[in-house]
């Protein structure tokens, strides 16, 4: 669960009124660009957001035996990512297809896709000591575990001058999603059935501004988020043996969960209303002032790329076979060290040693924006609004 941190103040924990008023430029993938100041409430989210994925990691193997951790890992991934790609979507609403645009996304997202789909494929050959040959040849195409993050977010940023200059385009992106999840010969090429169905929540996001977010640290907001939080936890519990938890994956039609495609319909409204819901209430509790951790949510990127060797080789390495981690104490322990973990490699050594497969150095490769065109074009409108 995200962690309720206090604020005495609560008009303690906003930006200044410069920073309520005035929204960082969003083209950039972590923050704004250089030379301009980060929001700390915005690392404070991406860190928060990214620990609460590695401890659902953390989780799955604990469901068969836990109806506690099955309530608790519902809970989690009906938000988790949902709060990631708003995030995502909120940052790419000045993306316009420029080169030096194009180029960060190639650089920033598409090649660090290809090498990590490359890395957990080999990893995973490796360690399960398979029968195929390491270098055996594979589909790129096939995102591999939590790879499908990347692939998705370079589709969604793409379609970025789509969505800005449709009308309605949350209601168009909600239908979309609802199609999708009815849609159970869509195939797996880039993971597409969840490009499609987490759609809405990286549209929502391109419609926010800095005082939605404003509005959601006040009193009032965090009151309610205390209470929708908990009553949501007590749900996941009862309802833990009552729904199949593949529904938060987004990655199965209807049918292809044994249901109705009416069903699939109701559950993709649910699933996106329930997402936004507790979304809001996370980030209602994410501080907006400078925290121990807050330089560590421009490395959420390398925590969440990188973390996934760990929890694939733990299962793998028979380390939750133990006695010891099928205990309460145990389950508390190996959630401790999955966020100890992702911690460790959010800080600044780590993204130093893996710069160069998380963010490699392409720049070279690309064409620079046209200064003159640059000046003389008018700046995109974006309609007012995971």
Same mark, same amino acid.
């Given at each position: #669960? *995200?962690?309720?941190?206090?604020?005495?103040?609560?008009?303690?924990?906003?930006?200044?009124?410069?920073?309520?008023?005035?929204?960082?430029?969003?083209?950039?993938?972590?923050?704004?660009?250089?030379?301009?100041?980060?929001?700390?409430y915005?690392?404070?989210?991406?860190?928060?957001?990214i620990?609460?994925?590695? $401890?659902?990691?953390?989780?799955?193997?604990? #469901?068969?035996?836990?109806?506690?951790?099955?309530?608790?890992? %519902?809970?989690?991934?009906?938000? !988790? $990512?949902?709060?990631?790609?708003?995030?995502?979507?909120?940052?790419?609403?000045?993306?316009?297809?420029?080169?030096?645009?194009?180029?960060?996304?190639?650089?920033?997202?598409?090649?660090?896709?290809?090498?990590?789909?490359? =890395?957990?494929?080999?990893?995973? @050959?490796?360690?399960?000591?398979?029968?195929?040959?390491?270098?055996?040849?594979?589909?790129?195409?096939?995102?591999?575990?939590?790879?499908?993050?990347?692939?998705?977010?370079?589709?969604?940023?793409?379609?970025?001058?789509?969505?800005?200059? &449709?009308?309605?385009?949350?209601?168009?992106?909600?239908?979309?999603?609802?199609?999708?999840?009815?849609?159970?010969?869509?195939?797996?090429?880039?993971?597409? %059935?969840?490009?499609?169905?987490?759609?809405?929540?990286?549209?929502?996001?391109?419609l926010? @501004?800095r005082?939605?977010f404003?509005?959601?640290?006040? @009193?009032?907001?965090?009151?309610?988020?205390?209470?929708?939080?908990?009553?949501?936890?007590?749900?996941?519990?009862?309802?833990?043996?009552?729904?199949?938890?593949?529904?938060?994956?987004?990655? !199965?039609?209807?049918?292809?969960?044994?249901?109705?495609?009416?069903?699939g319909?109701?559950?993709?409204?649910?699933?996106?209303?329930? =997402?936004?819901?507790?979304?809001?209430?996370?980030?209602?509790?994410?501080?907006?002032? !400078?925290?121990?951790?807050?330089? &560590?949510?421009?490395?959420?990127?390398?925590?969440?790329?990188?973390?996934?060797?760990?929890?694939?080789?733990?299962?793998?390495? =028979?380390?939750?076979?133990?006695?010891?981690?099928?205990?309460?104490?145990?389950?508390?322990?190996?959630?401790?060290?999955?966020?100890?973990?992702?911690?460790?490699?959010?800080?600044? *050594?780590?993204?130093?040693?893996?710069?160069?497969?998380?963010?490699?150095?392409l720049?070279?490769?690309?064409?620079?924006?046209?200064?003159?065109?640059?000046?003389?074009?008018?700046?995109?409108?974006?309609?007012?609004?995971?």
């Open positions: #669960m *995200p962690s309720m941190l206090r604020v005495r103040n609560p008009r303690a924990s906003l930006p200044t009124a410069r920073a309520r008023t005035a929204d960082p430029p969003p083209e950039a993938t972590d923050g704004p660009p250089k030379g301009k100041p980060r929001d700390p915005f690392d404070n989210a991406k860190y928060l957001a620990v609460l994925v590695a $401890m659902g990691h953390v989780w799955a193997p604990l #469901m068969p035996d836990s109806r506690a951790a099955t309530a608790l890992y %519902m809970f989690v991934y009906a938000f !988790h $990512m949902p709060a990631f790609i708003m995030l995502a979507g909120y940052f790419s609403r000045s993306f316009t297809g420029k080169p030096a645009q194009i180029g960060r996304l190639i650089s920033g997202v598409l090649v660090p896709y290809l090498i990590f789909v490359v =890395g957990y494929t080999l990893f995973d @050959r490796w360690v399960n000591n398979t029968d195929k040959p390491l270098f055996e040849p594979f589909s790129l195409l096939d995102p591999y575990y939590l790879t499908w993050f990347l692939i998705a977010l370079f589709c969604w940023r793409l379609s970025a001058p789509l969505w800005r200059a &449709l009308r309605w385009p949350l209601p168009v992106s909600l239908a979309v999603a609802a199609i999708a999840t009815v849609s159970p010969d869509l195939g797996n090429d880039f993971n597409i %059935m969840r490009v499609l169905q987490f759609l809405p929540f990286f549209v929502l996001g391109m926010l @501004r005082e939605h404003t509005w959601l640290v006040r @009193r009032e907001t965090r009151i309610a988020a205390a209470v929708i939080g908990p009553v949501a936890l007590l749900f996941a519990y009862w309802v833990a043996p009552r729904m199949d938890y593949h529904w938060f994956y987004r990655s !199965h039609s209807a049918q292809g969960l044994g249901f109705t495609w009416d069903y319909v109701i559950m993709s409204l649910a699933l996106f209303g329930c =997402g936004l819901v507790l979304t809001g209430c996370f980030l209602a509790f994410v501080p907006g002032r !400078h925290m121990w951790f807050t330089a &560590l949510g421009a490395g959420s990127i390398y925590g969440y790329l990188l973390h996934g060797f760990l929890i694939k080789g733990s299962r793998w390495w =028979g380390w939750y076979d133990l006695d010891w981690v099928n205990t309460p104490a145990g389950y508390v322990a190996i959630t401790l060290i999955g966020v100890a973990f992702v911690t460790l490699l959010c800080t600044t *050594p780590v993204q130093k040693l893996f710069r160069w497969v998380v963010e490699p150095p720049g070279w490769a690309f064409k620079k924006d046209d200064p003159a065109s640059t000046a003389t074009a008018p700046a995109a409108k974006v309609p007012a609004g995971k």
